[in-house]
T-cell receptor, first 112, second 113 residues
Framework: GGIITQTPKFLIGQEGQKLTLKCQQN?????MYWYRQDSGKGLRLIYY???????QKGDLSEGYDASREKKSSFSLTVTSAQKNEMAVFLC???????????FGPGTRLTVL | GDSVTQTEGQVALSEEDFLTIHCNYS??????LFWYVQYPGEGPQFLFR?????EKGSSRGFEATYDKGTTSFHLRKASVQESDSAVYYC????????????FGTGTSLLVDP
């Protein structure tokens, strides 16, 4: 088995601030994902990375940057935090296309 | 583009009731269909997947059958328990979309003991 760790669990920032969320996985999976979860809107894909050093934009990438530092880690940066993007950010990993995605517990973002 | 529609936002049942959560999809290709479950405070967990017409996926007493004719993948369970209370997400993966999954908006299930 494996685990996905997301840090921090809770993130509080000021409007306009640059904030970074981190994700680590020990499944040895090639593919990693960042999703945003808003109440009543399901999960929306922000960025994903098929392999180390790869980055692909999802449907909600505007206002975010991502970095796949190594196979086991994937970071997401909110470039300028806004109050309307308070949500839970979920990291996931998988072996590949159509494979089961394993999710971390999430980071809850609050913007003051 | 591809989309997934879950018509029920919330479902309230009593223990031992029969559960149906509806999922309909729209895709240009021939997608794989998934169900995920999310318990409070946790990330979603994979339930099962189906990849072709008439294939049935199942896990933990839940099941769904891929129906290309009606573009549906409805989740069913014969007898729910209080521990099944969670949010359920239907999702699709389309080979034309690469590695992306498209998720529905989720259905919150509350089971009274």
């Amino acid at each position: 088995g494996g685990i996905i760790t997301q840090t921090p669990k809770f993130l509080i920032g000021q409007e306009g601030q640059k904030l970074t969320l981190k994700c680590q996985q020990n499944f040895n999976h090639d593919t990693m994902y960042w999703y945003r979860q808003d109440s009543g809107k399901g999960l929306r894909l922000i960025y994903y990375s098929i392999t180390e050093n790869d980055l692909q934009k999802g449907d909600l990438s505007e206002g975010y940057d991502a970095s796949r530092e190594k196979k086991s880690s994937f970071s997401l940066t909110v470039t300028s935090a806004q109050k309307n993007e308070m949500a839970v950010f979920l990291c996931a990993s998988s072996l590949g296309q159509y494979a089961e995605q394993f999710f971390g517990p999430g980071t809850r973002l609050t913007v003051l | 583009g591809d989309s997934v529609t879950q018509t029920e936002g919330q479902v309230a049942l009593s223990e031992e009731d029969f559960l149906t959560i509806h999922c309909n999809y729209s895709a240009s290709g021939y997608p794989a269909l998934f169900w995920y479950v999310q318990y409070p405070g946790e990330g979603p967990q994979f339930l099962f997947r189906a990849s072709r017409d008439k294939e049935k996926g199942s896990s933990r007493g839940f099941e769904a059958t891929y129906d290309k004719g009606t573009t549906s993948f409805h989740l069913r369970k014969a007898s729910v328990q209080e521990s099944d209370s969670a949010v359920y997400y239907c999702a699709l993966g389309d080979i034309n979309m690469g590695y992306k999954l498209t998720f529905g908006t989720g259905t919150s299930l509350l089971v009274d003991p």
